[in-house]
């Protein structure tokens, strides 16, 4: 019943997300709950997954249904005050073991607008000997960030910090081998044009880039470049149509090179910059 209410309302991946909200419903991870059906066909779960059925028919994301979401293999903690993670968002962990693996595994790292943590949690799991410092301006994203650290048992790796990406960095930050964005990047006029299940549910602040889309670049260079050592690099994410904008944006501000890494669709989604020796 689940899935075919899914299915008759058009929603993409209605297979796996009656599966998901079913799961969340009983209690039990999805392939437990697929081995024994029959135990969890309760009557207090069916109402539950009905009520979730009906939440998730108005639109609301299944992620913030059932309050968990994976990103690169790793559990994450998601409710409204971060973005869901994106599969978009894995070339960026893709893109920095790339220049990272067997040339600094040691990095330490800065991951800026860290909203729910999941690329310090990633790049944290995959480079075992990396130091993260996480920041965000929202204290309600950086108490997801540490659930998430915690649930992925990181705390001795990973610093949650609230600071602004628009204004100077806290005094004693020390120097970073990498600084990761993946600030907001939706230019302001176009908000109302996203889709209603990002545009009503997730926070718009993240995802607001100002006029152009690009304010949090700009900042980002401008304020938090001095905190790259010499031959640092930083790694942004970027939206469809910004990684030309973005590249000329790092060399004008004193980066030495900039190069692009594409998403599985082929849009340009990182552009990295490198500061000279």
Not at 85 to 104: A, H
Not at 266 to 274: A, I, S
Request: hydrophobic residues 45%; proline residues 5%; charged residues 25%.
């Amino acid at each position: 019943m689940t899935r075919k209410k899914l299915m008759q309302a058009d929603i993409p991946g209605y297979q796996l997300e009656s599966r998901l909200l079913v799961a969340h419903a009983a209690g039990k991870p999805v392939a437990e709950l697929l081995r024994d059906m029959n135990l969890y066909t309760t009557e207090e779960v069916a109402d539950k997954v009905m009520s979730y059925v009906d939440r998730r028919l108005a639109g609301e994301p299944v992620a913030y249904i059932t309050g968990t979401w994976e990103f690169y293999g790793l559990p994450m903690v998601v409710t409204k005050d971060v973005l869901i993670p994106r599969m978009d968002t894995e070339v960026l962990i893709d893109t920095v073991k790339e220049f990272l693996t067997g040339r600094k595994m040691d990095a330490r790292v800065l991951d800026l607008c860290c909203g729910s943590g999941c690329i310090a949690c990633a790049i944290a799991k995959e480079l075992p000997a990396t130091k993260l410092v996480a920041v965000d301006i929202s204290a309600s994203a950086l108490q997801v960030c540490r659930e998430n650290v915690t649930l992925n048992r990181l705390n001795s790796r990973v610093l949650c910090l609230q600071a602004d990406a628009l204004a100077f960095p806290p005094m004693g930050m020390g120097q970073f081998d990498v600084i990761v964005s993946n600030p907001p990047y939706i230019a302001s006029g176009e908000i109302m044009a996203l889709d209603p299940s990002v545009r009503d549910h997730e926070p718009i602040w993240a995802l607001d880039g100002g006029e152009d889309g690009l304010k949090f670049y700009k900042g980002i260079i401008k304020y938090w470049r001095s905190v790259l050592k010499p031959g640092g690099l930083i790694f942004f994410e970027v939206g469809e149509g910004e990684a030309e904008a973005v590249r000329d944006m790092l060399l004008e501000g004193g980066f030495a090179a900039a190069e692009f890494r594409q998403d599985s669709g082929g849009t340009d989604r990182v552009v990295v910059g490198r500061i000279e020796e």
